[in-house]
């Protein structure tokens, strides 16, 4: 379930992968697809580090090799695009349940 609360919180439902994936929807970035900018997850443990840690678990993770991308200018623009460090700032964290 996608939603949001007062405050700007986006709230997901499901587990971490789907979490993840939702959020990084927003920014019309998908795991696993065909695009330039689209990321290949090569670690599952990628998805619960990225919503416990936001863009400190992102960069961290592709440090370790646990995710690549072909065209990592274009994944960073559509993410800072979309502002999603922004709306977690706010909160402190994306929410999930």
Known sequence: ?????????????????????????????????????????HNEDFFDRVLRLGSLGLGEAYMDGWWDCQALDEFFCHILSAGLERNRARSGRFAWR
Do not use: C, E, H, Y
Request: proline share 2%.
């Open 1 to 41: 379930m996608l939603g949001t609360l007062s405050g700007g919180v986006i709230m997901f439902g499901g587990n971490p992968r789907d979490a993840t994936q939702k959020i990084l929807a927003l920014a019309d970035v998908r795991v696993d697809g065909g695009r330039r900018w689209d990321i290949i997850v």
